[in-house]
């Protein structure tokens, strides 16, 4: 079981968006939130980000990657005197395999990858709850090189889209996302120590965790859950609540919560059906849990995803 894929799987509600922004000097571009995280990488030029909870600018150059866990809103532009433009999806050019938003000028370019992935953010997994609002990754030789690789070949397809570009672009995007979460732990140790990432390489939480994704049907208890990891009941509460930072029953019902509304996303399975593979003994138990969660009931959930997907 890998665990952060099925994560991500299950936080995702949608196909990642991705728009080139072409810009000449003065230019800037105000983004308005979005259900779910956002990312920009710098393909050409240089610019700066005005982050969404204020502070000093971030300049970014050639290569640069910023991730927004939240997708809050934000600027981007050449300097921060320059009056932005509110993106907006009908000004998109979408004549080419990748949509095109254009800010006119006379001024040094700068050309930009910006995406988002629809996430389920109301209820962020820890994955995403532990991340800082801004995660900044400069471009430096030798430094993560898949990450790299994966930013270059989107760039690639952004200058010069070919037959097949948008689903070579979608698939780096993909890529990119797990690239961006690897690249970044990597560089925070003190992350390492302690919460998700420390969970998945801990002895004692991995198996328990593993098993928690692999079955969240089962009828785990803390004892149970104790076994899989090699320790007694009240050791292995200690232990998981110290790293991953909730109690291991606490977790069970997120995760529970979050395999049922991805079900709930991409199958038509009955609600009886979830309830039961999600470790519920009746469809009322499992609604009331739903709803306590989520704030509506799994049929109006339901409804209310793929309305927002026939947009």
Partial sequence: M???????????????????????APWGVRFRPIAGAGFHVVAEGRCRLLPPSGGAPVALGPGDIVFLRRGSGHTLCDTPESEPLVFVPERVDASSPVGRFTVPGDGPRTVLVCGAYPLEIDRPHLVLDELPEVIHLPAAPGRHPELRSAVDQLCAEIRQPRPGSDTVVATLVD????????????????????????????????????????????LWSV?????????????????????????????????????????????????????????????????????????????????????????
């Fill in 2 to 24: 890998d665990l952060l894929s099925d994560v991500l799987d299950a936080l995702r509600t949608g196909r990642p968006a991705v728009v080139r922004t072409d810009a000449r």
């Fill in 175 to 218: 890529l990119l996302l797990l690239y961006i979460l690897r690249s970044w732990y990597a560089e925070q140790p003190e992350h390492r120590a302690r919460g998700w990432a420390a969970a998945l390489e801990d002895p004692v939480v991995a198996p328990a965790l593993r098993a928690i994704h692999a079955d969240p049907g089962r």
């Fill in 223 to 311: 004892e149970s859950l104790g076994a899989e990891a090699g320790l007694s009941r009240a050791a292995f509460a200690r232990r998981f609540t110290a790293v991953v930072g909730e109690p291991p029953m606490g977790y069970l019902t997120g995760w529970r919560m979050a395999a049922a509304a991805r079900m709930l996303r991409q199958s038509a399975e009955p609600l009886a059906a979830i309830a039961e593979r999600t470790g519920y003994t009746s469809e009322f138990a499992f609604a009331k849990a739903f709803k306590r969660h989520h704030g509506v009931p799994p049929g109006t959930y339901r409804h209310q995803r793929r309305a927002a997907r026939a947009v």
